[in-house]
């Protein structure tokens, strides 16, 4: 794809590696007029390099490259007909093409040869779904200023693609649930920078390959692709619960429950040397985890993630936005496919060792018969650095009604643990993605008890003491990533239980 010298200046002999990207995408939403949605994918023939591009409401695509043969970028737009077809020139290429259902496909001719180009597509649902769409912005830099644009998948996948005088390229890579990214480009350019869940704007910092911050970034979403209804009903869609892992009793123990008619894929890892870095010299670095189904039967177990279905659980990990694991890393990861029921997960320190790590549980598969409807982490509560901090996020286009609890004294019922070990007056707090405490609690019954007591017995979680110390908060919450502080009223330490459920 012979591309005109005036779309791109360049530097010397810059070489500009765009979008390593191998598919296209189509997103649910496109009907037999509207093509609405992004795509990426590659060309080959006279030339071969990579594509990028974004249809919109009203069937007009724009489209981003690089030609590897050339070495040249490319921007241009154009017009998609009703019957999926578009034609016109991008660079000196005529290129002519049509979407057929998932599926983009085309060829080009120029004075040099010709190519093809063709791609599948993908849904919007994923643990990314209520941030798909396009963010169009600028990056103020010490080498000038440069336009951006990002799209955001459903999967977790995220593109960049920029522009200035002097320069232009693009990268691809990977955005989690709580919206936070970084993107490196082939220059060795890095942005970093987060996803607003609430008010979908971006913004960040651009970093030079030695590490030198050159500037900001600032986007605001232009365009959003809204889930079918079958695929926008809201849900929690994962756990991370961070806390200290001990032996015998003080063990991290984790439960969820899917609810539906239809097994879910569900990626669980214990995570230590990830975190390391966080908590230098205090953390579990070598931990393990045990899969229990709801007959009590062990179904599943690890000890080093690595040992088994390493491409499947990488895969995994780049699909939920869960932590990419280490390649040679002694964190343990288990990938299954679960029938509906309760599920609990076991996760101590081989040989004994102790230390804090890190329980996630992350819906993979997104089916439209089953959800994620309650999660769960029992730990033992320190000080400072050993709180219990849980984190879960509420996906689809909707608000989420959801109970939250932090359980003390009520483990220590008969058949519980011991009374002495118990968190007594444990105390959580609500923060959301902006970092900011959205609501907190002490003892659950100074406010809302009535309708507090009413969601414990519809939800099947523990039914608190009256008048007991134990922490609850009832709250509706809108999509996005939220954590929960569980801590000890004045430095108070022992094991305590947060409790997650939804409840619409």
Request: glycine fraction near 14%; proline fraction near 2%; hydrophobic fraction near 40%.
């Amino acid at each position: 794809m012979k591309l005109a010298k005036t779309l791109m200046p360049r530097v010397g002999n810059l070489r500009i590696l765009f979008l390593c990207v191998i598919q296209a995408y189509l997103f649910s939403n496109a009907t037999a007029s509207s093509y609405e949605g992004i795509y990426s994918g590659t060309f080959s023939g006279s030339s071969e390099g990579h594509f990028f591009s974004l249809v919109d409401e009203n069937n007009l695509m724009t489209v981003w490259g690089y030609d590897e043969t050339w070495d040249e970028g490319f921007a241009s737009e154009l017009e998609v007909g009703d019957d999926g077809s578009f034609s016109g020139i991008v660079g000196e290429t005529f290129v002519t093409g049509s979407f057929s259902g998932s599926t983009a496909y085309g060829s080009g001719v120029s004075q040099y040869g010709t190519l093809i180009f063709s791609g599948s597509g993908v849904s919007l649902a994923g643990a990314t779904s209520s941030l798909v769409g396009q963010y169009s912005g600028v990056a103020d830099t010490v080498l000038g200023t440069y336009d951006l644009t990002i799209s955001v998948s459903g999967a977790g996948e995220i593109w960049i693609y920029f522009s200035g005088a002097f320069y232009e390229n693009g990268a691809q890579g990977e955005i989690l649930s709580s919206g936070d990214f970084t993107l490196v480009d082939s220059e060795g350019f890095r942005f970093v920078g987060n996803l607003d869940l609430v008010d979908f704007t971006i913004v960040g910092d651009v970093f030079g390959g030695d590490g030198t911050q050159l500037g900001t970034i600032n986007l605001d979403q232009v365009n959003s692709f809204a889930l079918s209804d079958s695929e926008k009903t809201p849900e929690l869609v994962n756990i991370a619960t961070r806390g200290r892992v001990g032996v015998e009793n003080d063990i991290m123990i984790a439960g969820f429950v899917i609810e539906g008619n239809e097994d879910m894929d569900v990626l669980i890892q214990a995570v230590g040397e990830e975190i390391d870095s966080q908590l230098p010299g205090q953390t579990l670095l070598n931990p393990a985890i045990v899969l229990i189904d709801p007959e009590g039967d062990v179904i599943g177990e690890n000890d080093d993630w690595g040992a088994s279905e390493v491409s499947l659980k990488r895969e995994a990990m780049g699909n939920s936005g869960s932590y990419s694991l280490f390649e040679e890393s002694k964190s343990s990861a288990l990938l299954e496919s679960l029938s509906p029921g309760a599920y609990t997960v076991l996760v101590f320190g081989v040989g004994e060792e102790e230390g804090i790590a890190l329980i996630e549980v992350y819906n993979v598969s997104n089916p439209a018969g089953a959800a994620l409807v309650n999660i769960s982490t029992r730990a033992k509560v320190g000080d400072v650095d050993d709180i219990v901090i849980g984190g879960f996020v509420v996906a689809g286009n909707e608000s989420k009604t959801v109970l939250i609890q932090g359980v003390g004294n009520e483990l220590a019922a008969p058949g519980g643990i011991d009374g002495e070990s118990v968190l007594g007056d444990p105390h959580i707090a609500l923060v959301n993605s902006s970092g900011n405490v959205i609501e907190s609690n002490d003892d659950w019954h100074s406010e809302d008890k009535a309708a507090k007591k009413q969601a414990m017995e519809a939800a099947g979680s523990y039914v608190l003491e009256d008048t007991g110390s134990s922490a609850g908060i009832l709250t509706e919450l809108e999509p996005g990533a939220y954590t929960v502080l569980l801590s000890g009223v004045n430095g108070e330490q022992g094991i305590s239980l947060v409790e997650i459920y939804e409840l619409d």
